[in-house]
């Protein structure tokens, strides 16, 4: 069975500094999918960006990139130019790429709190 | 497009009672997945299901069932209802399996007394 680890309860950051996220994962399958989500006061999931495990380049989504280390089975948030609207419980996520067993099942780690301070 | 709603967004109910929640997907979506949220235990994933078949169970006792409909949507029913089974509950939705980003609803607050 996969795992997954976020071992930052907590972090903060001040305004449009940068922030990084840790998350790793267990998994003994060569070909999965990587997310994180962000979640809210409101609870509302929120995906904020993806990465397919065969792909060797990090994901990008405007001010939110990604550190991903295959070998050492490791998915890092970058945050850059935090803005308060960013505050929120962030997810990081594991989903298997073997549809038949797995389908779009998601494996979440503990979750890491984030505050923004202004 | 509208977004996977979840009805009710809150819910109170008492030890041994049953509670069933529904959840609509995005149109055009086949799949929907459900998941328990706890303080304690995080997220967990219940089930999912996909044209109506129930396609992957987590590690929950029998007391959670689902089924979907034609249309898609989805029902949870959790019967004798215990304190622990206080949770959010969430549904997400997506077109089908890959990287098909899943889609979640505001979740239904349970609470159990």
């Known amino acids: 069975a996969q795992t997954v680890t976020q071992s930052q309860p907590e972090m903060s950051v001040q305004e449009a500094e940068t922030v990084t996220l840790s998350c790793t994962y267990d998994?003994?399958?060569?070909?999965?999918?990587l997310f994180w989500y962000k979640q809210p006061p409101s609870r509302q999931m929120i995906l904020v960006i993806r990465?397919?495990?065969?792909?060797?380049q990090n994901a990008t989504e405007n001010r939110f990139s990604v550190n991903f280390q295959k070998a050492a089975k490791s998915f890092s948030l970058k945050i850059s130019d935090s803005q308060l609207g960013d505050a929120a419980m962030y997810f990081c996520a594991y989903r298997s790429a073997l549809r038949e067993t797995s389908g779009s099942r998601l494996t979440f780690g503990e979750g890491t709190q984030l505050t923004v301070n202004p | 497009k509208a977004g996977v709603t979840q009805t009710p967004r809150y819910l109170i109910k008492t030890r041994g009672q049953q509670v069933t929640l529904s959840c609509s997907p995005i149109?055009?979506?086949?799949?929907v997945s459900w998941y328990q949220q706890t303080p304690g235990q995080g997220l967990q994933f219940l089930f999912e299901?996909?044209?109506?078949?129930?396609?992957n169970k987590g590690n929950f006792p029998g007391r959670f069932s689902g089924r979907q409909f034609s249309n898609s949507r989805s029902e949870m029913n959790v019967s004798t209802l215990e304190l622990g089974d206080s949770a959010l509950y969430l549904c997400?939705?997506?077109?089908?399996?890959?990287?098909?980003?899943?889609?979640f609803g505001p979740g239904t607050r349970l609470t159990v007394l």
């Open positions: 299901y996909f044209s109506e078949t129930q396609r």
């Open positions: 997400a939705s997506s077109h089908r399996g890959g990287l098909n980003e899943q889609f």
């Open positions: 990465q397919e495990a065969y792909k060797q």
């Open positions: 998994t003994s399958e060569s070909d999965y999918y």
């Open positions: 149109s055009g979506h086949r799949s």
